[in-house]
């Protein structure tokens, strides 16, 4: 007997979805619509690519395809010809190797909606479906600002605070009487004024006033904003805890203007003004975000502007508290939710892929609070962080719900999949400082600017940023600077390898690396020699648990300008992460290892209901969505078909 082919195909991505949390949360019953998916279909967990990094994730995802096909190495993509030093954002579709599901769709006459999916800018001009968004992710906002995001955020306050990120954001203001203000409410305590420019660096900002009043005459209770110093053109009202409606600005630059929307929080604001912390959120596009463009008014209209990324750094350098970074969280999911419910319900589609990131970025905070084996872990602690990282799975499973009620569950196959696992970050080793003082690199550091100088004719190699998984050869004849010949490839090669493999923990004398091998290894790691095989690292390492490798080579708290302070490089190779200041969690370890996977839930017709015993690997994905739907195998997928989950 035949079994019904499902007519359309859902795939609901949520970044880093951990199995065992699924696992853990779906017998508490508080991810019910998950765990109705769970009963409907098969449960397994996934191995990942190496690294375990989200683009290169999400694109074997779709494609089928690991790294050395795909061309989506680690965060970023070094091209073939170019510096060692220049890179690309491994978001950018144009430099994705391998065809995608919803291209092989298309030539099966197949509709696609691609809703905030990764490595998806910029836009394609789908010959039949439509686009929403493109997300980046993560928000590491010093190598590559957000692809649609104009500016990051910014904090305007009476005490100084940490900028861990796009330097020059944490602004100190000292406020002053209020002169020459019209229209001004009344006020028991002399008003008080500030100037403010958002955003206060990297693009063009826009001017406000901010004045200072006292309503109820038990001090200073409320600030106004205005472009002018007439009370009659403020923007805002706001009290302490308070969010003002979106602002829309015109961002004017030198070749380029923008439109943007952004809001204020009044995050703190004492009786006598002396503490004070009013919070601007990142200024997301109000320009065309969609495919076709007019789709754009019609989202806004049901779920409110498209927000790229959230704003961890803002709560881990305490410029808003961890409530404030939930209810963030909240408001991203509810746009998905809205956003994916309009297009399923309103268009006509046939393949949907749509996409969250909001536990990815929660875990890396607070992923060290819930593992035993981390540094940061407290068992006191243990069950307060769980709730948080709980209450983000919560918050995605509702969603999951209203949007599945635009679904047939009986004629749809829906894919609800992760990309990779999560590990503890205990330890940031500087590598390129490790790498000089070994004498394979050679720099000066700009302490006025933190630029890193590198002395090309003194440097054997260089790692792909940020640090991650790959080291280049500086290779004469390849490279623009190059200087190792060609026949002392090999000795340079097992040089690097012998640097990163006398990598110690601070603590226990441990290695930090597990893996560091020559790239003609690489199959070892799932990475096959296919089109994107050149811009592979010459060395590729893996760290152990609980370290990222820091690009920098000066600490965190300090790396950028700050009044008077300067960039101060660290004595020391190895810096700790502290919870919630830093990341607390990070997936950058082989995908092998169990805390390192990530889950698939596949439900529909013809699938059959079990858990799995063995992990699939990602690349499988692909190749048995494409059988199951009976459209082509996308053209270029190293995986394959998993038939142990057909009837």
């Not at 297009?343 to 060290?368: C, N, P």
Request: glycine fraction near 6%.
């Amino acid at each position: 007997m035949s079994i019904k082919k499902p007519s359309k195909f859902l795939v609901i991505g949520v970044d880093a979805a951990l199995p065992d949390l699924i696992q853990q949360f779906s017998q508490e019953g508080v991810i019910p619509n998950i765990t109705n998916l769970l009963k409907r279909g098969i449960f397994s967990r996934v191995v990942s690519t190496f690294p375990p990094l989200t683009a290169t994730a999400w694109a074997s995802i779709v494609t089928g395809a690991g790294p050395g096909t795909s061309g989506l190495p680690s965060l970023m993509v070094h091209l073939p010809g170019e510096k060692l030093d220049k890179w690309h954002t491994s978001f950018d579709q144009r430099l994705l190797k391998a065809e995608t599901l919803w291209e092989a769709g298309a030539r099966a006459g197949k509709r696609a909606a691609l809703i905030n999916w990764p490595v998806t800018w910029p836009q394609q001009k789908l010959a039949k479906g439509l686009q929403i968004g493109a997300s980046l992710n993560p928000p590491f906002r010093f190598f590559y600002m957000p692809l649609w995001d104009i500016a990051s955020s910014s904090l305007f306050s009476t005490k100084r605070y940490a900028c861990n990120q796009v330097p020059g954001r944490a602004v100190v203001v000292k406020p002053k009487q209020a002169e020459g203000w019209l229209n001004l409410p009344d006020s028991k305590k002399t008003p008080l004024e500030f100037k403010i420019t958002v955003p206060p660096v990297y693009a063009p900002g826009v001017s406000y006033y901010v004045a200072i009043i006292d309503t109820r005459k038990e001090g200073y209770d409320e600030i106004l904003i205005s472009p002018s110093k007439n009370a009659n053109d403020s923007i805002a009202h706001l009290r302490e805890n308070q969010k003002s409606d979106w602002v829309t600005e015109v961002f004017k630059g030198d070749k380029e203007t923008h439109k943007g929307k952004f809001y204020f929080y009044l995050a703190k604001l004492d009786k006598n003004a002396q503490a004070l912390k009013l919070y601007v959120s990142a200024i997301s596009s109000a320009e065309k975000y969609t495919f076709p463009e007019e789709l754009t008014e019609e989202i806004e209209a049901v779920a409110g502007p498209y927000m790229e990324v959230d704003d961890p750094w803002a709560y881990m350098d305490r410029w808003v508290d961890l409530e404030f970074y939930m209810d963030q969280l909240q408001a991203h999911v509810d746009w998905w939710t809205k956003t994916t419910s309009y297009v399923l319900e309103r268009k006509e589609w046939d393949m949907a892929f749509s996409y969250v990131f909001t536990i990815d970025h929660l875990q890396h905070i607070l992923y060290g609070g819930i593992d035993p084996k981390s540094r940061h872990y407290e068992p006191k602690k243990k069950e307060m962080w769980l709730d948080y990282i709980r209450r983000a799975y919560i918050q995605v499973d509702k969603g999951i719900g209203n949007i599945l009620k635009n679904v047939d569950l009986n004629e749809t196959l829906i894919l609800l999949v992760s990309d990779h696992g999560f590990s503890n970050l205990d330890w940031n080793p500087y590598l390129k400082k490790y790498l000089a003082e070994k004498g394979l690199i050679s720099y000066k550091l700009n302490t006025d600017t933190g630029e890193i100088i590198i002395d090309w004719s003194q440097t054997k190699c260089f790692p792909l940023e940020p640090c991650h998984a790959h080291i280049f050869v500086n290779l004469k004849g390849r490279d623009p600077d190059g200087i190792v010949n060609p026949e002392d490839y090999q000795k340079v090669q097992e040089e690097i390898i012998d640097a990163l493999m006398q990598m110690r923990d601070p603590e226990t004398g441990e290695r930090m690396v597990s893996v560091a091998i020559r790239r003609k290894e690489a199959n070892t790691l799932g990475i096959f020699e296919g089109p994107g095989f050149d811009r592979i690292g010459d060395v590729l390492f893996a760290l152990k648990p609980g370290y990222m490798a820091n690009p920098f080579i000066y600490p965190a708290a300090v790396q950028y300008k700050d009044g008077t302070k300067r960039i101060i490089p660290n004595p020391e190779n190895v810096e700790p992460a502290t919870m919630t200041r830093d990341f607390s969690g990070i997936h950058l370890t082989l995908p092998t290892l169990r805390e390192m996977h990530a889950a698939m839930v596949l439900s529909g017709p013809g699938i059959l209901q079990l858990s799995r015993k063995q992990p699939i690997r990602s690349i499988d994905i692909a190749p048995t969505v494409a059988h199951i739907l009976g459209i082509p195998v996308p053209k270029d997928a190293e995986g394959e078909v998993i038939r142990d989950v057909l009837k």
